[in-house]
């Protein structure tokens, strides 16, 4: 198949943790067996795993655990492999035990902060609202993304990529055989800050893409609809490194170079962002970053993101433009410092506008990292409606 990556063309491996263990915890997949995988959610390695809640892995979560590689596509279509975790409660109430695909929020660039592996090592901060989720009863699927943990740049922002992975993890769980999870059972979708715009693009690009899955909701938080606006926030903020992820995330994915862009200053902060840190990493060691002092010629990113081809890229990350099938719970803080609350109100008036049942709850909790908790504690009791069947309360 020549739309396979490169990396088929020898051992695609994902390390379990650093240190001793990535000896031998690895995921590999050999040449050929990507392209022998026929349809997109295909699982083409697995392994048991492991699900601690602190670094010092005192608590570990009491469920079945899998680390995966499957088959999915890139924003071209190209066919790709990433990975993911499957996790399964030991005991659960339902019969079609639900499947929740967990669109993992901001974690960094560099491959040692994909969810996979922070989740074996402790250290993933969404951790929480992951066991609250099993604690339901609810299998979880969590995806790294593309290029986040397996080779390449993660494709950080790209709508198109984060949304197939979301969806192709769906069906990749349903097909584990180590895992008894009914292959067409009930599926919800999860996600808050770049997982919210993950679970916004999955839901919009399900009736084309995953049509057969039976997806009962969207639980939508916070979520980077409008890239230009979202940039304009970030840029010279706290969370001022997350316009550099996206800077090197859509390069990646539309195939530019960043260097000429870059001055050398520009160059080593993006290196070092993109190779090295983790999301609570770079917010200490680069606070209030201002992409003025990062470009060749001065001017600030947002300028050029104006200017072609970044104002078509940007555009083409636009939510809001094609109507998501299920019911969705919006849930965006007023006092957001990352992601503007207009920004999801806008969304979801597009969605209502396009026939799509929303029902929004805005907040007033403080800053961008502290409302994350909030798409948890409303969107529980939601879920377990949409999987009753309930009638889904509406916004619009």
Known sequence: MAACTAAASAILAFPLSSGAAAATGRLDIRQGQLERATGNGDVLS???GVFFLDPLKAVKVDASVHRIMYRTTDRTGKTIAVTGTVLNPRRSQ???????????GTQGLADKCAPSRQLAEGTEYEAQPVKKLLD????????DYQGLGTP???TYMDREAQGRAVLDSVRAAQRLDAVDLPDAGPVGLYGYSQGGGATASAAELAPSYAPELKIKGAVVGAPPADMGKVASSLDGSA???????AFSGLAASYGIDTGP???AHGKRVTSDVRDNLCTVQALAKYPFLNSRFLTA???????RLKQAPWDKILADQQLGQR?????????????????PQQVGKKLAADWCRLGTTVKFVGNRIPGHIAASAAPSTEGLPWLADRFADRTPPSTC
């Open 94 to 104: 339902y019969g079609q035990r639900p499947i929740i695909a967990f669109a993992p």
């Open 152 to 154: 390449g740049v993660h």
């Open 261 to 263: 862009y870059l001055s």
């Open 323 to 339: 109507k998501p099938a299920v019911p969705v719970l919006f849930s965006h803080s007023e006092l957001d410092d990352v992601i």
């Open 136 to 143: 339901e009863g609810y299998a979880v699927v969590v995806t």
């Open 46 to 48: 697995a392994e048991p």
């Open 297 to 303: 010629d001065g001017r600030p990113l947002t300028e």
């Open 239 to 245: 969370s001022g490194v997350f316009l550099n992820y």
